[in-house]
């Protein structure tokens, strides 16, 4: 394993996870005290497993078919799309 990607691959990750509306949700499940601690992590850390093997799966299909410049390039926009809603969103109202 080359340690330098995966504590890039994981400080990316990190960073862009905290405080995103999936961390609050859990949060806000641990923090409702219906459900156990314990079983809330757990969902969500199997959840996030799930999702990143979809990810990950994807992104290597994906790959094969369409250069990597032009995933970087729509996850880009993407990104900025959805930052400009936000503010759009916030600022009317």
Known sequence: MDLRTFALVFGTVFLAELGDKTQLATMLYAAEGRFGRTHVFVAAALALIVSTALAVLAGGLVAKYLPVRYLQVAAG????????????SALRG
């Open 77 to 88: 926009v993407g990104f900025v799309a959805i930052g400009a809603w936000t503010l759009w």
